[in-house]
């Protein structure tokens, strides 16, 4: 991959899995040799991608190039000036941008396909999905070629420098979530659970690590639930987002169907006791009930059920946490990353001229 440039198309640098993932993609092509420039507008986690010395440039990235022409016509004015060997685009919703540019390009899709998605039928090279089951959605719904998808599930790195106590006696029990807000994670669930427990006389803190379209209601959510005193929404551009995740005693996947994103790899690979909402992709992650705990899909009185259980008994939350590592790390999400990523831009990246 020496000499080729990768420009990912990003929508924003906030704090999302997306962007985590972008973020280790980048890093990994750059290390490789591959120069590397991210079009996106900025956010909060862009000091990140300064430090790691990856270079991005602000750009329009209209989601309807025909609703937005001039918009659309700048940004391949851009694109055609930086000289690409491949674009890589990392949301489904960049898909008719990417279409219109045609340009060679790889097209991620992150979440469940509701609709056709458009592609260029030369310039698409291939199709990354983080699970298998979002990969029938992509193919069905999306009409995307099926031929062309390829299985690149999330893989951050096992922390090695992160220390994590967990249920510290005297202090609150912090409960969190994390992604970006919108209609795919069910924040809102995760808001009236916390009003059920803040009821319970136990102290608990609540996070919602994340921005997105929701962030607005959401805090009036927390306004109009009365729980502002323990319940923060919240986009710090530090720390690291492991960082901020080793610091839960409990962690919860809000995530509605699909898949769990790349914070709920993250939470495990550190132990923190997690809890799943049952979207499909949850099934084959955890062991119910010993590594993890599913939940029914917005039912905020189960879920809140499942927190006060694991807040009672720490002993075996740890053990939970403990197990969901072990088999986390067993797995090898980041080695098979790494692997998938390179053997994906060996083929593709190779067979584009320089």
């Not at 396909?113 to 199709?127: F, I, N």
């Not at 807000?181 to 690590?209: I, K, M, N, Q």
């Not at 929404?233 to 996947?253: C, H, M, N």
């Not at 169907?257 to 992709?281: M, N, Q, T, Y």
Request: glycine content about 8%; charged content about 25%; aromatic content about 6%.
């Amino acid at each position: 991959m020496t000499g080729s440039r990768v420009l990912f198309l990003h929508t924003t640098l906030s704090l999302s899995g997306a962007t985590a993932r972008l973020l280790r993609m980048a890093k990994l092509l750059s290390e490789a040799g591959t120069r590397v420039t991210v079009l996106s507008e900025p956010g909060s986690r862009s000091d990140a991608f300064r430090d790691a010395d990856i270079e991005v440039l602000p750009a329009e990235l209209p989601l309807r190039p025909i609703a937005q022409p001039f918009a659309a016509l700048r940004t391949r004015r851009l694109v055609t000036e930086l000289e690409p060997s491949v674009l890589h685009v990392t949301s489904e919703r960049l898909a008719p941008l990417a279409a219109f540019l045609a340009r060679p390009y790889v097209l991620e899709v992150q979440r469940e396909v509701r609709e056709q998605l458009p592609y260029h039928p030369t310039a698409l090279r291939a199709v990354i999905v983080p699970a298998e089951t979002l990969l029938e959605s992509a193919v069905n719904r999306g009409r995307l070629p099926r031929d062309r998808v390829r299985v690149i599930g999330h893989g951050p790195k096992p922390p090695e420098d992160i220390a994590r106590a967990g249920f510290v006696a005297g202090e609150p029990i912090r409960v969190g979530c994390a992604g970006r807000l919108d209609g795919e994670h069910a924040t809102g669930v995760f808001l009236d659970a916390a009003r059920r427990l803040a009821l319970s006389g136990t102290p608990y803190l609540f996070f919602v690590f994340g921005e997105g379209p929701l962030e607005e209601r959401l805090r009036r959510q927390v306004r109009e639930l009365a729980i502002a005193d323990c319940a923060t929404i919240t986009a710090p551009a530090a720390p690291t987002t492991a960082e901020l995740l080793a610091r839960l005693d409990i962690y919860v996947s809000c995530v509605q169907d699909g898949a769990p994103g790349w914070f709920a790899h993250e939470a495990l690979l550190l132990g923190v006791p997690s809890i799943f909402s049952a979207a499909r992709g949850s099934l084959s992650l955890i062991l119910d009930g010993e590594s993890g705990i599913l939940v029914e899909r917005g039912n905020p009185a189960k879920l809140a059920a499942a927190i006060e259980g694991l807040a009672a008994n720490p002993l075996a939350a740890r053990e939970m946490g403990l197990r969901g590592r072990q088999l986390q790390v067993a797995a090898r999400p980041a080695d098979r990353f790494d692997e998938g990523l390179n053997a994906l831009y060996e083929e593709f990246v190779g067979s584009v001229p320089v």
